[in-house]
């Protein structure tokens, strides 16, 4: 499986941007997609995932803001990113894994065996 990230760039505070995470390969019907971010000096944190049923998961502090989707038909996985706030800079990565390794969602970016290389988000205030 390959992912390939896009769409970061630099915003200011309270704009918006999409992330997008095109997928290739065989991952197959039952899955865990995610969004991860990382800023320097801090751990990779988990921000929103979705399963192959269409249910998803946020972190607390992008609730409300930030809306995970996928679109099927291209393969497509998405993070909307609304009001953005500058302690949302980061490194974004998409991140996949096959559902039957785990029960629920794996929110540790260890539980994930397929990664994207990573998108720029800078937000400035």
């Known amino acids: 499986v390959q992912l390939v990230e896009s769409g970061g760039g630099s915003v200011q505070a309270g704009g918006s941007l999409r992330l997008s995470c095109a997928a290739s390969?065989?991952?197959?019907?039952?899955?865990?997609m995610g969004w991860f971010r990382q800023a320097p000096g801090k751990e990779r944190e988990g921000v929103a995932f979705?399963?192959?049923?269409?249910?998803?998961r946020y972190v607390d502090s992008v609730k409300g803001r930030f809306t995970i989707s996928r679109d099927n038909a291209k393969r497509t996985l998405y993070l909307q990113m609304n009001s953005l706030k500058p302690e949302d800079a980061a490194m974004y990565y998409c991140?996949?894994?096959?559902?039957?390794?785990?029960?629920?969602?794996?929110?540790?970016?260890?539980?994930?065996?397929?990664w994207g290389q990573g998108t720029q988000v800078t937000v400035s205030s």
């Open positions: 979705i399963v192959s049923d269409g249910s998803t």
């Open positions: 390969g065989y991952l197959g019907s039952r899955y865990y």
């Open positions: 991140a996949a894994e096959v559902r039957r390794r785990y029960a629920d969602i794996p929110w540790a970016w260890f539980q994930y065996s397929y």
